[in-house]
């Protein structure tokens, strides 16, 4: 009975956090820091990741490359669909992955550490891999971008003007409200 009551648990609070993410990356794709929209959804990835397991974060991190790809990637597609399919889907992955990981790793020491390690790690590898996936497949075109804005070379406009500010906005968010929302859950679940 225990099983089947935490298993339910989880598939219901998957399922809000999902649709969630969707919100968020919807609101979020109307507000914009440098060029493109801010990420608000790492927050519930981190939570999906503290409350749910693995398998959930990366389903949440999945979910959120899917938004992306249906709303905030136009400018990408046009230089490669294949490219921005494998750099969307890879970041948002891989961030639910190393924050579900991270989580597990710290969570037998401290619950409160492991939220605030795997809130830090999500923003890393969510903006690392785009970085990454810019290299790859679209580093002449950022080039042509940076020079256009202004910036001297591609690291400097990938660095200051594509990743930095929003990468400073979603580690603080994740920092912040992570540890906050989970002790909230905690609480009701403790009063369940």
Known sequence: MQTTRRSTRTLVL??????????LQLLGSFIH??????????????????????AVSVWLGLVFGG????????????VSVIGTVITVLAKGGLCGLAAGLVYKLFEKKNRYLAVIAAAV??????TG????GCVVFFLETIKSWG?????GSAAEYMFLGLAGGNF???LGTNIVLSPVVVRLLNIRKKSL
């Open 14 to 23: 998957g399922a809000v956090l999902t649709a969630l993410v969707v919100v």
């Open 33 to 54: 820091l440098g060029p493109f929209s801010i990420t608000l959804v790492l927050l519930p990835i981190v939570i999906g990741a503290a409350t749910c397991g693995i």
């Open 67 to 78: 938004v992306v790809l249906m709303t905030d990637a136009a400018a990408f597609y046009a």
């Open 121 to 126: 790690v999500c923003p890393i590898v969510n």
């Open 129 to 132: 891999v785009f970085m990454l």
């Open 147 to 151: 020079l256009a804005e202004g910036f």
């Open 168 to 170: 400073l906005f979603e």
